[in-house]
């Protein structure tokens, strides 16, 4: 991706969001973004991508072993849960008091 225009998504850390693709697809599981790489169109979801991996002992962790941990997936096979809707919505920005907020195609709420 460019360095020039920074992206703009419309998915924030602490947002709740579906898997739309991949091999966690679920639409009806909400599930909490636990972080969001924009430079890399990437984000960090909970359950989602478990990976496996191999550590060597440590100081810090002495038994060392297999340690399972979630990894970021792309940020368009994500789509954010609308509570009142019961699924994954599209969303559009407008400004409203001069801050942005995100509003909800199918029920025209603002999503907190």
Same mark, same amino acid.
């Given at each position: 991706?460019?360095? $020039? ?16 693709? +991949? *091999? *966690?697809? *679920?639409? =009806?599981? @909400? $599930? ?5 790489? @924009? &430079? ?5 979801? &909970? +359950? ?5 991996? !191999?550590?060597? @002992? ?6 060392? +072993?297999?340690?399972?941990? &979630?990894?970021?997936? !792309? %940020? ?5 849960? *609308?509570?009142? /809707?019961?699924?994954?919505? =599209? ?9 942005? %907020? ?6 025209? &709420? /603002?999503?907190?």
């Amino acid at each position: 991706m460019s360095n $020039r225009f920074k992206p703009k998504f419309n998915i924030k850390k602490g947002d709740t969001v579906v898997v739309i693709a +991949g *091999d *966690d697809k *679920d639409a =009806k599981k @909400p $599930r909490k973004v636990l972080e969001v790489f @924009p &430079e890399k169109s990437r984000v960090l979801v &909970e +359950g989602v991508n478990i990976v496996t991996r !191999h550590t060597k @002992p440590s100081a810090r962790n002495t038994r060392g +072993g297999i340690v399972k941990k &979630e990894a970021a997936i !792309h %940020i368009s096979n994500v789509m954010l849960w *609308d509570a009142k /809707a019961g699924a994954g919505v =599209k969303v559009k920005r407008s400004r409203e008091n001069g801050k942005l %907020i995100r509003i909800s195609k199918e029920t025209g &709420e /603002a999503i907190k």
